[in-house]
């Protein structure tokens, strides 16, 4: 148990998201805690991530993080010990079709969700970031929680961006500012636009496997529980103006990464590997692409004693069952506009005129 016999309300914003869901899910299983989430439900925030869990524990409100009266109607209600901020728009591919939603929510929105906690202060205000503000890393050393911010796309521009006006209002306003900064997540509830849940839902079902450009862009992997586990750490155990990497420090080649989603797939579906790493197709490569992350974990390890729990191989066989046990879930957050945008990344390779798509 994370901390069982001690009772904290805390406000989650995107908690219908992926790495949100697994963060509640976390805290209903190991924690007494009570959780108020604030989710928007976009397309990739689905109330069916928080099914099963008890309602006496989660409150779930309905909701924009620029909202910021509804923000701070929130705080006053339940005056929570801690605002954690999973809430974003948060997939490159869409940032580059179009970067309006991006400055909206990552960048306005955690500004209303600061402006709200100012009016009524708690005692953390968690920020959820990315390894992606530091840039490529290409023939560099891993980053520091000190290196410098040089963000590539839209999107991680925008998360630089929400990370230093944070700290801004720590400066200027006295805001109990943490933020945590990971890897590649990977694991159950991850809409399928992202490359592993993407490959394993067109892997069992007999599609392409689509991958950017000769596929040796470099990334660590993380199981999103054990980045859960290293949040809710920073959360309890970590200090206020803080900034804390969070990675396994093993680097993969996408394309090694895809053909491992092949080799998991045909054990759990008892097929031939071969034929499945047969459809795997080069696409035309994102604009802009880093070609490596990496990050230097060694801080949260030291202080905090925070450790991943779950190796590679085995996170991602039980991804890989966890989507092919829950084909429901995938055909429904699939359906509809999803079509619209993969053809617009994968069919139509970045062709003029798709930023109204969606």
Same mark, same amino acid.
């Given at each position: ?16 998201? &992926? #790495? ?39 409150? &779930? ?12 109607? #929130? ?79 839209? %999107? ?74 290293? #949040? ?8 206020? @103006?803080? #900034? ?72 991602? %066989? ?17 359906? @509809? ?22």
């Amino acid at each position: 148990m994370l901390f069982a016999n001690v009772m904290k309300t805390i406000l989650v914003t995107g908690g219908c998201g &992926f #790495i949100g869901s697994n963060f509640i899910r976390l805290l209903c299983a190991e924690s007494e805690w009570h959780i108020v989430n604030l989710d928007k439900l976009t397309y990739a925030g689905n109330l069916e991530n928080l099914a099963g869990l008890p309602k006496n524990r989660v409150r &779930f409100v309905r909701g924009d993080i620029c909202d910021q009266v509804l923000i701070g109607k #929130i705080l006053k209600e339940e005056k929570p010990w801690a605002v954690l901020n999973f809430a974003a728009e948060s997939h490159v591919d869409r940032s580059i079709l179009d970067a309006d939603p991006f400055l909206h929510t990552n960048v306005g929105g955690v500004l209303a969700l600061l402006e709200a906690v100012r009016a009524n202060p708690v005692d953390r205000f968690l920020h959820i970031s990315t390894d992606e503000v530091y840039g490529d890393k290409e023939g560099k050393s891993p980053s520091t929680e000190e290196s410098p911010l040089l963000p590539s796309s839209p %999107y991680a521009a925008t998360k630089a961006a929400a990370d230093l006006v944070c700290f801004s209002y720590q400066r200027t306003h006295g805001l109990p500012i943490m933020i945590t900064r990971s890897s590649n997540n990977y694991g159950p509830y991850q809409f399928p636009e992202k490359l592993v849940p993407l490959l394993i839902r067109n892997g069992v079902n007999g599609l392409d496997l689509p991958v950017y450009g000769d596929g040796k862009q470099i990334r660590e992997w993380l199981y999103v529980e054990d980045n859960c586990r290293a #949040i809710f750490d920073v959360l309890t155990k970590g200090k206020v @103006g803080s #900034i804390y990497n969070i990675g396994t420090g093993e680097e993969r080649a996408n394309l090694d990464v895809v053909h491992a989603i092949c080799e998991a797939i045909a054990e759990r579906c008892s097929t031939d590997s071969k034929q499945i790493r047969e459809r795997i197709r080069s696409v035309t490569d994102r604009p802009g692409h880093d070609r490596r992350y990496a990050i230097d974990s060694s801080k949260i390890r030291t202080e905090i004693g925070w450790q991943p729990r779950t190796d590679f191989a085995s996170g991602l %066989y039980r991804t890989v069952e966890w989507y092919v046990s829950h084909a429901d879930w995938v055909a429904h957050v699939t359906s @509809g506009e999803y079509r619209n945008y993969y053809e617009a990344v994968y069919d139509r390779a970045w062709g003029k005129g798709m930023r109204n798509t969606f």
